[in-house]
């Protein structure tokens, strides 16, 4: 009977870590792959690794949370079956409404709704996890908009990102050993800014490893069977068949925001929604990815799109927005090359006034109900769940 149980966490476990992984890859290498400075099997491969050593090392942190610190006993394996169960419907119900499923988030109400029904829920530290889920999103605006506003514009006029046709590097095979040099059209610019790229794309992988893997391999720790290294090796399996299956299409499409924007607005945001999520996990906050990279994308916008007004005029709304007009399309629209960019407090150029729209407030609205109906709902189906059923848990 123990056998089969875990058999079954196992399978759920792998369902869960598969969706993750065909979201999570397209997020971190879907502008990459789209520049073509990456292939889609390469990313795959690279984005396996990286996950597997952001769960082995950060992510245990969470994985601590998940699996000990939300209830004050330890899940057993019945209800750590229940728990994938209800991340994997969690999944389910976001693909249906076309979002990235916040599965820190889901994991967490699930936990939680397990915790409620049976008295064993620790408040302090679900208070905890539920005030850095408010603070994150305005800290990655905020983060956001300084980029946008003051930084970005200034990067933007110097660095170009452009992929060369042809190979990067080639052998000179002329001496003795063959040694690396640059492609036929490859410039030492172009080879700079791709080992970026590569370097950014591996930070984020690390980082959707350190709070995706528990989400996969937590509810299995411990009491529920199975060890920390192998649960993090079953998940990091999953996910990166995800990577390497579903996730090619989402490469291609990558959810919209990350595909609008250039690719050096691209990897601000990476950087950014990266660095939140890696300090959070080390701290042990079971948070998502995408809420610090929607966020970060949105302060970005309104930053870039506020430059024609100074921070006085911003606040005390004294700004003649006949000559000084806001549009939230202007990080979509890029300086000609040697151009500048206005000063702030200067009106922006014809093209980057009349830029196509960062974002649809619509879609953000969306994703944000989805931060709020996937938690809620997860607790409150495991709280049904397990109030009918005590002896599961």
């Known amino acids: 009977m123990v056998e089969t149980l875990l058999i079954i966490g196992v399978i759920a476990s792998i369902f869960v870590g598969f969706n993750i992984g065909g979201s999570s890859t397209g997020i971190t290498w879907g502008p990459s792959v789209g520049a073509g400075i990456v292939k889609k099997t390469t990313a795959a491969a690279v984005m396996t690794v990286f996950v597997f050593l952001g769960g082995i090392t950060v992510g245990q942190n969470v994985m601590d949370t998940l699996s000990g610190e939300i209830i004050t006993t330890e899940l057993t394996l019945s209800a750590g079956v229940a728990v994938l169960f209800f991340i994997g419907l969690g999944i389910l119900v976001a693909n249906v409404f076309g979002v ?51 930084i970005y514009p200034w990067v933007n006029r110097r660095v170009d990102i452009k992929k060369s046709d042809g190979p990067l590097l080639t052998l000179n095979r002329d001496g003795g050993v063959p040694s690396p040099k640059l492609g036929p059209n490859t410039t030492v610019q172009e080879l700079g800014t791709t080992v970026v790229v590569l370097i950014i794309g591996c930070y984020m992988a690390f980082s959707a490893g350190a709070s995706n893997v528990p989400n996969a391999a937590a509810p299995l720790v411990g009491q529920a069977g199975l060890e920390v290294t192998n649960a993090v090796i079953l998940a990091t399996v999953a996910i990166g068949l995800g ?81 000084k007009r806001i549009e ?52 409150l189906l495991a709280y049904g769940f397990f109030t009918v059923l005590p002896g599961v848990a």
């Not at 988030?105 to 939680?112: D, E």
């Not at 799109?305 to 006085?312: G, L, M, N, S």
């Open 243 to 323: 990577g390497f299956t579903i996730a090619r299409r989402t490469m291609d499409s990558v959810g919209g925001e990350l595909s609008d924007i250039p690719l050096l607005a691209a990897l601000f945001v990476m950087v950014t929604a990266s660095t939140i999520t890696t300090i959070l996990s080390w701290m042990g906050i079971p948070i998502s990815l995408v809420m610090g990279t929607v966020m970060t994308i949105v302060g970005i916008g309104w930053g870039r799109a506020t430059r024609p007004i100074t921070v006085r005029e911003a606040v005390t709304r004294d700004s003649d927005i006949t000559d």
């Open 100 to 150: 990235p499923v916040p599965t820190s988030m889901t994991t967490v109400g699930a936990i939680a709704g397990l915790g409620l029904a049976t008295g064993t829920l620790n408040y302090e530290t679900i208070a905890e996890i539920v005030i850095w889920w408010i603070v994150t999103p305005v800290i990655g605006f905020w983060v956001g908009g300084v980029i946008g506003r003051y």
């Open 328 to 379: 939230l399309g202007a990080i979509v629209t890029e300086e000609e090359e040697d151009e500048d960019a206005p000063a702030i407090g200067e009106p922006e150029t014809e093209a980057v006034l009349h830029g196509s729209d960062l974002f649809n407030p619509r879609a953000i609205i969306k994703y944000v109900s989805m931060w709020v109906i996937g938690p809620s709902m997860s607790t």
